[in-house]
């Protein structure tokens, strides 16, 4: 059988003719059509939403990272608040610690001061102790010229065990020679810088100086050491706090009036107590330097205004108000009232003019020496000779038209600006041998190198007695000229 003759083996067998394959593709479109009808109707309708459903959780299973992005922005959202409430938690925990550690300062301040008042009564015991023992083995305390040694003259103020003697009251304000004094950083409470320059000069000092505030209260340690050493306690106490700065002239709770109000009447008091209770003497140099405009206790600035809140005459009511209490206590038989303004040269010219000094005097019943502060300080004037005179003389002439009491140059020294130092200590012992000055009782030198200001300038001046080996030599030769007669004990 050739090809040409045989049945087509391609045409489906449902449409071996045309018109049958016509008919199934028309029966095929219509099918198609009735179809997409139905699925349309079903998708729209609200009997649809299964199928809807159905298909949505099917997108969710060929898209699997849609699910887990939303679980990942919920559990950042969850991770953002908390870390938002743990800031909270620590910035309240930050608070509570400072707060705490305030708290903390403050008792530890509380504990330092009650351990210096306990410091002090110890010392107080210890010294009525010495003074029943002193008092059972002699009958009385030693007294000669101005003042016997009880310790050993060591840096560590001798032995606590050992009697402290001291001379009358009668006998320090009158002392047989004169007084040689000086102020360190920290004697009487330390001797070390005390005696190192001792040493170098050779001659030990029979008086310290020392400052204290009206923070705190008696140290009765200062003058047990010093009497331990054989030296009159010079204390410069100073009506505000300790550590106030010299450039603070406002210190309201601490001014005059307040003080002749009664406002310390309580803490002046117990502090005539503790002296009395010391039963040893010590001079007191109250609110020094009044005639000045630099500290909380002046009156005036100079141009009529108030400082500090006090007005003119405060100054006398304060010191007798003070004196008063003192000798209601019985502390006035041990204290040597010091009143020692500043030199006149360098003041304003209200508190230059005559009578102004005078009238901060509190008088011959109140005070037992009269004093000076007085320096070689730069900024130097034209007129300036480097001698005592220049500096002491009008301020001598005054204090001598005021009153017969004994002087005591309170606190002096000479600076090393410009090389005038050794000649101006020359100058200021050759003037002690003058018979003109046979009043001067007395001086106490402040041995510090200090930065201050003056007269609106910066500068730093070494007062060392040894702050060059020529400024030294001239103070060993003129402190040991016999004719100045100061009561010299060699340096241990």
């Not at 204290?212 to 009765?220: I, K």
Request: charged share 20%; net charge negative.
């Amino acid at each position: 059988m050739s090809d040409q003759t045989a049945p087509s083996r391609t045409a489906a067998w449902w449409s071996e003719s045309k018109s049958r394959s016509q008919a199934t593709a028309a029966a095929a479109i219509v099918l198609t059509a009735v179809l997409v009808g139905i699925s349309a109707y079903v998708w729209v309708s609200p009997t649809g939403a299964p199928l809807r459903k159905a298909v949505d959780q099917a997108a969710e299973v060929v898209t699997p990272y849609a699910a887990q992005n939303a679980e990942l922005k919920r559990n950042l959202d969850r991770a953002t608040d908390t870390i938002a409430s743990q800031k909270g938690k620590l910035t309240a925990l930050q608070k509570a610690s400072l707060a705490a550690q305030a708290a903390a300062a403050k008792q530890l301040a509380t504990a330092q001061q009650k351990v210096a008042a306990a410091e002090g009564k110890l010392s107080s015991v210890q010294a009525q102790l010495s003074a029943a023992q002193a008092k059972s083995g002699s009958g009385s305390a030693t007294a000669a010229g101005t003042g016997t040694k009880g310790g050993s003259g060591s840096g560590s103020g001798g032995s606590p065990s050992a009697p402290i003697t001291a001379p009358s009251r009668a006998e320090v304000v009158n002392p047989a020679n004169r007084y040689y004094g000086m102020y360190t950083e920290q004697a009487p409470f330390n001797w070390a810088t005390f005696d190192a320059t001792s040493a170098k000069v050779g001659v030990s000092p029979n008086m310290v100086g020392y400052f204290s505030g009206w923070d705190e209260t008696f140290r009765a340690n200062a003058v047990t050491r010093s009497w331990q050493q054989g030296r009159l306690p010079l204390m410069t106490w100073e009506s505000r706090p300790i550590d106030a700065g010299n450039d603070a002239i406002n210190a309201p709770a601490y001014s005059l009036p307040n003080i002749i109000r009664g406002d310390f009447d309580a803490y002046l008091h117990q502090y005539a107590k503790d002296i009395v209770a010391t039963g040893l003497p010590l001079g007191i140099r109250l609110d020094h330097e009044m005639n000045g405009i630099w500290y909380p206790w002046a009156e005036t600035d100079g141009q009529g205004k108030s400082i500090n809140g006090n007005s003119a005459g405060d100054y006398v009511k304060m010191w007798r108000h003070v004196h008063d209490i003192f000798q209601q206590e019985g502390a006035n038989s041990l204290v040597v009232w010091v009143w020692a303004p500043n030199i006149v040269n360098n003041l304003p010219a209200s508190h230059r003019a005559p009578g102004y000094l005078e009238s901060l005097y509190p008088g011959d019943g109140y005070v037992d020496w009269v004093g000076l502060s007085g320096y070689l300080r730069p900024p130097y004037k034209a007129d300036n000779d480097f001698s005592f005179d220049y500096t002491f003389k009008a301020s001598l002439d005054e204090l001598r038209s005021i009153t017969k009491k004994p002087i005591v140059l309170a606190e002096v020294g000479a600076s090393e600006t410009d090389g005038h130092k050794p000649a101006w200590i020359t100058s200021f012992f050759q003037a002690l041998a003058k018979p003109e000055n046979d009043d001067i009782i007395g001086f106490s030198w402040f041995n510090l190198a200090v930065t201050s200001y003056v007269e609106g300038v910066r500068a730093t001046n070494d007062w060392r007695i040894d702050s060059r080996a020529d400024s030294l030599s001239a103070f060993i030769t003129g402190l040991t000229r016999p004719e100045d007669d100061f009561a010299l004990t060699p340096a241990p």
